[in-house]
């Protein structure tokens, strides 16, 4: 028996390695540049398509994204188009980057340009042609809806970012301005009010030296893409409180987590920075009735 015991013993640590060698901890947050991102099958793929998947669909820790179907770069080259699709249970916002296309939606073609950006409901048939002689770049994302979302609006919400005000919000500093771009149905300050899931979409600049001030968010899930600048994103924190702060230039796109500390601090010596940011529900689990 004492040999039995001290044979198990022994194994014990063997064991407890095995197992930790094999558990992985999800992380708090996900980084990473859209230059350096492989291109990936789509659905849209026609012809002259390229889709490189940043979070969700495609991007090997999409799980961790709980409610976020897909977030990524598509290019339609000049001359090219995509597949006509649908998807049944996902909402989406675009922000075209540059260039200009062909939207082709569920009540006709609309124009789409540098600066746009609009919303597509689930179930509506959509896709892209461009007919210029430049590539259109285009970032897409989608939300997992719950439940049934009911009709769609019954023609496409789009809006340019030049005609969207620049304000301060409250609870951040004046160093930093909004254009409150796209949020939920009940939303009284965004251009367009239509999501389900998807509660924010928007661009920040940031002054030199500037900051939104660290923060979390106890409900939603975020994504920031670093459109113009540099300086410091701040992802994660500790106990202490002292922020996790990582250098950021543009290209870089961070997914956060629910209450991940979050923000970001602009050189004080490389001119203004701009960042395009989304928040969306977290898929909490519903309390039974």
């Known amino acids: ?3 039995a015991l001290v044979l198990l013993a022994s194994a014990v640590p063997l064991l407890v ?6 558990r992985r901890i999800d992380p708090t947050f996900l980084h990473r ?4 991102l492989s291109e990936q099958p789509t659905d849209l793929a026609g012809t002259g398509v390229h889709y490189r998947p940043v979070f969700g669909a495609g991007d090997a820790d999409a799980s961790i994204a709980r409610g976020l179907a897909r977030y990524g770069e598509l290019v339609v080259d000049a001359g090219g188009s995509t597949a006509g699709i649908s998807r049944a249970a996902e909402e989406q916002a675009w922000f075209v980057v ?52 009911g009709p769609p609006p019954p023609k496409l919400l789009v809006a340019n970012l030049d005609d969207v005000k620049k304000q301060v919000v409250g609870g951040h500093p004046p160093s930093t301005l909004y254009q409150l771009m796209m949020g939920d149905r009940r939303s009284t300050r965004d251009v367009i009010a239509a999501g389900h899931v998807l509660t924010s979409l928007y661009v920040m600049e940031f ?29 994660g924190g500790g106990v202490d409180g002292i922020e996790g702060r990582r250098p950021a230039k543009a290209g870089d796109a961070y997914f956060f987590r629910l209450n ?15 960042i395009l940011a989304v928040r969306w529900l977290f898929p909490l689990p519903r309390r039974p009735e």
């Open 1 to 3: 028996m004492k040999a």
């Open 17 to 22: 390695a095995a197992q930790r060698a094999e």
């Open 33 to 36: 540049y859209l230059p350096s």
């Open 98 to 149: 540059d260039g200009a296309a062909t939207l082709r939606y569920s009540d006709g073609d609309h124009g789409i340009r540098r600066n746009d950006f609009l919303y597509i409901p689930a179930g509506v048939k959509h896709g892209v042609l461009n007919q210029s002689d430049k590539p259109c770049r285009i970032i897409v994302m989608g939300f997992r809806l719950r439940g049934e979302p």
């Open 207 to 235: 002054a030199p030296a500037g900051t939104n001030f660290p923060h979390h968010h106890e409900t939603e899930e975020e994504a920031y893409l670093v459109l113009e600048g540099q300086g410091e994103m701040v992802a």
């Open 260 to 274: 991940c500390t979050v923000g970001f601090y602009n050189a004080p010596d490389k001119g203004k920075a701009r």
